[in-house]
């Protein structure tokens, strides 16, 4: 193990041993974006020069990383296949160390692409390797030279899209199409032809027998039915349906579509483009790739029929049912029922109580079959799952278990900008001073040269344009570092505001408001799966049951006595008498019985008969004021308390994948009683004191400290605990050296 003499030595005379080292482990990355695939232009020309690379540096090749048809402006965690390089790179087990690109584009076209994945690979002392003029990060010079290439690709980037968002700009105003698919009710004529392409609408231009169902027609169609016929929503789409009129992609017309194009059709005939609202804005708040063009279009109605559609629209919204109050419904998209559709919360007004209901009860267009998922009583599921989510948070080593892997990830994406705003700060001094020296040495030349006014001032300059090019670079890159350092800052601060969350649901679980356990359900990403049907259940939620709820009486017992005094007004109710019918006595039995137990009307014993011509004499009863009365003699009896509601639950299974943002420096958290030889850490050296002294409790043997993680005091704590400790050195580069 190496002295602390030794780690004294800087990292720089390590990194330049360890690039071209033989036997270091190398992967390429291979990136062509969607644009480049059209010019012809593939991975496999890349992955030749990238091999080719990696061969001559006498590198291990372990394998390659490719993103085909994706742009350079996005970030690694954007990107599938660089993704999962940065998830391999922060493994423990990570089986390389050096990762080789063709172009300094391939990294990225934006600065931000560019130097954050640069960094993060740096702080898990992962190096990088352009084939592209032989260029790495070991040396200023490779670096300086990394950032050209990486200002050119942001440039080339600019320049591509501007130009594409000038020649978007120049179609809007000439009255063409930007994108997409034009509004429904119109076409494009002259589609592909450059500079006559137009919105018009689609109404028929081919006379009486044409075929062609229009989307005019259909519109005019529906405004008939809406607006003149006065049909709700549904029963238009039904029509429409029926007689063929279907949407644009030939499915059926549903409730939501239909409502949609009618709203759109009721506006004014118009497309902005660029719109204020909708647009990227530029400082000043105007949109920043060009002006809003509003894009007027032939009329689908006159004036005053969109008037009388908007006041047709309207009345419908006025028959919309709303959710009403207690609309708060935190498992709403968490659970998923058997026809693979999920559930959203729903308070009926019919009943009593707030309900889950899948998605696949909604007709997903009008007249279209419903799926048999059971509907689920809201109290009982949250009541259920929330006591399964407490038993999680309650256990910290299987949150850890969970979270694990993710962690890791995390950890080894942690970039030191601290370190780099200071570098990027010494090299603009650096680079000043030089700017400064540099123009009076050109100064002087210049007079000796004999130039004066304009001509001098044009000499100077053109010797300090590199020079201040450079500084201009590094300021912006440094601008971008701390704007890169706020956002992880902002971000650490909402993991601690979950942490918090975290400790507070160990400790106040049961009394956690609703809208804390729609939090924590969804930081636990639980999933809620329906795998059958409930179990027949007790519901009094029937108007029988609310009769009784509702007056906050008992049900009576219907003793000899009881009969007798309620038998003449039940008679007396009969114009007629018939043979067949069932018993006055019997059905009011069955009333009770059924208010008693809380079976519903199918439930009922077999004895009491029918069950339909129980439910039909009741709802008489009770309409005709019969039902009161009876009730109203039978209140000094005997009485028993009204059913409690039972739900049954259907079967179900709860699952969850754990934010580890809910387990970070979680308190208390009990560790695995697992030995551990050597703790290599990879972290900022603000926190890696930390860690070394966790790694000190945990009882570990070593701690390794990466490249560039220093903390002196830590080193010293540790080795008086007794522990073996090398810092600023990677495993990589130091242990083929042993």
């Given at each position: 193990?190496a002295?602390?003499?030794t780690?004294?030595?800087g990292?720089?005379?390590?990194v330049?041993r360890?690039?071209?080292?033989?036997?270091?482990?190398?992967?390429?990355?291979?990136?062509v974006s969607?644009?480049?695939?059209?010019?012809?232009y593939?991975?496999?020309?890349?992955g030749?020069?990238?091999?080719?690379?990696?061969?001559r540096k006498?590198?291990?090749?372990?394998?390659?990383?490719k993103d085909?048809?994706?742009?350079?402006?996005?970030?690694a965690?954007?990107?599938?296949?660089l993704?999962?390089?940065?998830?391999?790179?922060?493994?423990?087990?990570?089986?390389?160390?050096?990762?080789?690109?063709?172009?300094?584009?391939?990294?990225g076209?934006?600065?931000?692409?560019f130097?954050?994945?640069v960094w993060?690979?740096?702080?898990?002392?992962?190096?990088?390797?352009?084939v592209d003029?032989?260029?790495?990060?070991t040396?200023p010079?490779g670096?300086?030279?990394?950032?050209?290439?990486?200002?050119?690709?942001?440039?080339e980037?600019?320049?591509?899209r501007t130009r594409?968002q000038?020649?978007?700009?120049?179609?809007?105003?000439?009255?063409?199409?930007?994108?997409g698919k034009?509004?429904?009710?119109y076409?494009?004529e002259?589609?592909?032809?450059?500079?006559q392409s137009?919105?018009?609408?689609?109404?028929?231009d081919?006379?009486?027998?044409?075929r062609?169902v229009h989307e005019?027609?259909?519109?005019?169609?529906?405004?008939e039915?809406v607006?003149?016929?006065?049909?709700n929503?549904?029963?238009a789409?039904?029509?429409l349906?029926?007689?063929?009129?279907l949407?644009?992609?030939?499915k059926p017309?549903?409730?939501r579509?239909?409502w949609?194009?009618l709203?759109e059709?009721a506006d004014?005939p118009q497309?902005v483009?660029?719109h204020?609202?909708?647009?990227?804005?530029?400082a000043?708040?105007?949109p920043l790739?060009?002006?809003t063009?509003?894009i007027?279009?032939a009329p689908?109605?006159?004036?005053e029929e969109?008037?009388?559609?908007?006041?047709a629209?309207a009345?419908?919204?006025?028959?919309?049912?709303?959710r009403?109050?207690?609309?708060h419904y935190?498992?709403?998209?968490?659970?998923?029922?058997?026809?693979k559709?999920r559930?959203?919360?729903?308070?009926?007004?019919?009943?009593?109580?707030?309900?889950?209901r899948?998605?696949?009860?909604?007709e997903?267009h009008?007249?279209a079959?419903?799926c048999a998922?059971?509907?689920?009583n809201?109290?009982?599921?949250?009541?259920l799952?929330?006591?399964?989510?407490c038993?999680?948070?309650?256990?910290?080593?299987?949150?850890?278990?969970?979270?694990?892997?993710?962690l890791?990830?995390?950890d080894?994406?942690?970039?030191?900008y601290?370190?780099?705003?200071?570098?990027?700060g010494?090299?603009?001094?650096?680079?000043e001073?030089?700017?400064?020296?540099?123009?009076?040495?050109?100064?002087?030349q210049?007079?000796?040269r004999?130039?004066s006014g304009?001509a001098?001032?044009?000499?100077v300059q053109?010797?300090l344009?590199?020079?201040?090019?450079?500084?201009?670079?590094l300021v912006?890159?440094?601008?971008e570092?701390?704007?890169w350092?706020?956002?992880?800052?902002?971000a650490?601060?909402?993991?601690s505001?979950?942490?918090?969350?975290a400790?507070?649901?160990?400790?106040?679980?049961?009394d956690?408001?609703?809208d804390?356990?729609?939090e924590v359900?969804d930081?636990?990403?639980?999933?809620v799966?329906?795998t059958?049907?409930?179990?027949?259940?007790?519901?009094?939620d029937?108007?029988?049951?609310?009769?009784?709820?509702d007056?906050?009486?008992?049900?009576p017992?219907?003793?000899?006595?009881?009969?007798?005094k309620?038998?003449?007004?039940?008679?007396?109710?009969?114009?007629r008498?018939?043979?067949?019918?069932?018993?006055h006595?019997?059905?009011?039995?069955?009333?009770?019985f059924?208010?008693?137990t809380?079976?519903?009307?199918?439930?009922?014993p077999?004895?009491?008969?029918n069950p339909?011509g129980?439910?039909?004499?009741y709802h008489?009863?009770?309409t005709?004021g019969?039902?009161?009365e009876a009730?109203e003699?039978?209140?000094a009896e005997?009485?028993?308390?009204?059913?409690?509601t039972?739900?049954?639950?259907?079967?179900m299974e709860?699952?969850g994948?754990?934010?580890?943002?809910?387990?970070v420096?979680?308190?208390?958290a009990?560790?695995?009683t697992v030995p551990v030889d050597?703790?290599?850490?990879?972290v900022?050296?603000?926190?890696?004191g930390?860690v070394?002294?966790?790694?000190?409790?945990?009882?570990?043997?070593?701690v390794?400290f990466?490249?560039?993680?220093i903390?002196?005091?830590?080193?010293?704590?540790?080795?008086?605990?007794g522990l073996?400790m090398?810092m600023n050195?990677?495993?990589a580069?130091?242990l083929?050296?042993?």
């Amino acid at each position: 193990m190496a002295n602390k003499s030794t780690l004294a030595h800087g990292a720089a005379g390590v990194v330049a041993r360890a690039i071209s080292a033989p036997g270091l482990r190398a992967v390429d990355y291979l990136r062509v974006s969607t644009e480049e695939q059209k010019r012809g232009y593939g991975i496999a020309s890349q992955g030749k020069k990238t091999k080719n690379h990696i061969a001559r540096k006498g590198w291990d090749h372990q394998g390659t990383y490719k993103d085909e048809g994706v742009s350079g402006s996005l970030e690694a965690a954007d990107r599938p296949d660089l993704k999962r390089l940065m998830e391999d790179a922060a493994s423990v087990s990570r089986t390389f160390d050096v990762v080789v690109v063709n172009e300094g584009r391939a990294i990225g076209r934006t600065g931000r692409a560019f130097w954050r994945w640069v960094w993060a690979l740096e702080d898990m002392g992962i190096f990088v390797a352009i084939v592209d003029g032989g260029i790495d990060n070991t040396t200023p010079d490779g670096r300086r030279e990394m950032r050209r290439q990486a200002d050119y690709a942001e440039t080339e980037y600019e320049t591509i899209r501007t130009r594409t968002q000038g020649g978007i700009q120049e179609k809007a105003e000439e009255g063409g199409l930007t994108g997409g698919k034009p509004r429904y009710g119109y076409r494009i004529e002259n589609q592909g032809q450059k500079g006559q392409s137009r919105i018009a609408v689609d109404r028929c231009d081919h006379g009486a027998g044409c075929r062609i169902v229009h989307e005019y027609n259909v519109l005019h169609r529906a405004w008939e039915l809406v607006a003149v016929d006065k049909l709700n929503i549904r029963r238009a789409a039904l029509t429409l349906n029926a007689e063929g009129l279907l949407t644009r992609s030939g499915k059926p017309w549903s409730n939501r579509n239909l409502w949609s194009r009618l709203t759109e059709a009721a506006d004014e005939p118009q497309v902005v483009f660029r719109h204020p609202g909708r647009a990227k804005l530029g400082a000043d708040g105007t949109p920043l790739y060009g002006n809003t063009v509003v894009i007027n279009l032939a009329p689908l109605f006159t004036p005053e029929e969109r008037g009388r559609l908007r006041a047709a629209m309207a009345d419908n919204r006025r028959g919309r049912k709303s959710r009403g109050p207690n609309a708060h419904y935190p498992l709403s998209g968490h659970v998923v029922g058997l026809c693979k559709s999920r559930y959203s919360g729903l308070k009926r007004k019919e009943r009593d109580g707030r309900v889950y209901r899948c998605a696949g009860k909604v007709e997903k267009h009008a007249g279209a079959a419903l799926c048999a998922c059971p509907t689920i009583n809201a109290d009982e599921l949250e009541k259920l799952v929330w006591e399964e989510t407490c038993k999680l948070l309650g256990d910290p080593k299987r949150l850890k278990l969970m979270s694990e892997d993710w962690l890791r990830l995390a950890d080894g994406n942690r970039v030191n900008y601290d370190e780099r705003i200071a570098d990027l700060g010494r090299q603009i001094e650096e680079q000043e001073s030089a700017l400064a020296i540099t123009m009076v040495v050109a100064a002087k030349q210049a007079a000796r040269r004999g130039l004066s006014g304009e001509a001098a001032e044009e000499a100077v300059q053109r010797v300090l344009k590199p020079l201040a090019d450079e500084v201009g670079g590094l300021v912006e890159l440094r601008d971008e570092a701390m704007a890169w350092k706020a956002e992880t800052e902002l971000a650490e601060k909402r993991a601690s505001d979950l942490q918090e969350l975290a400790r507070a649901a160990r400790t106040r679980l049961q009394d956690m408001p609703s809208d804390d356990q729609a939090e924590v359900l969804d930081l636990l990403n639980i999933q809620v799966t329906v795998t059958g049907m409930p179990p027949m259940g007790r519901r009094v939620d029937c108007s029988l049951a609310r009769w009784f709820s509702d007056r906050e009486r008992g049900v009576p017992v219907l003793s000899d006595a009881a009969w007798r005094k309620v038998e003449p007004v039940l008679m007396a109710s009969e114009k007629r008498q018939r043979s067949n019918r069932l018993p006055h006595r019997t059905v009011l039995d069955a009333l009770l019985f059924k208010a008693r137990t809380g079976v519903p009307w199918a439930g009922l014993p077999e004895e009491f008969g029918n069950p339909t011509g129980l439910q039909t004499r009741y709802h008489r009863w009770v309409t005709t004021g019969v039902w009161a009365e009876a009730m109203e003699l039978l209140g000094a009896e005997e009485s028993t308390p009204l059913a409690e509601t039972v739900y049954p639950l259907p079967p179900m299974e709860i699952e969850g994948v754990v934010d580890p943002r809910l387990f970070v420096g979680v308190d208390g958290a009990p560790e695995e009683t697992v030995p551990v030889d050597v703790v290599d850490v990879f972290v900022n050296s603000s926190l890696a004191g930390e860690v070394a002294d966790q790694a000190v409790a945990k009882g570990a043997k070593a701690v390794w400290f990466q490249l560039d993680v220093i903390d002196e005091a830590a080193y010293a704590r540790t080795r008086e605990a007794g522990l073996d400790m090398v810092m600023n050195r990677c495993p990589a580069i130091e242990l083929p050296l042993l």
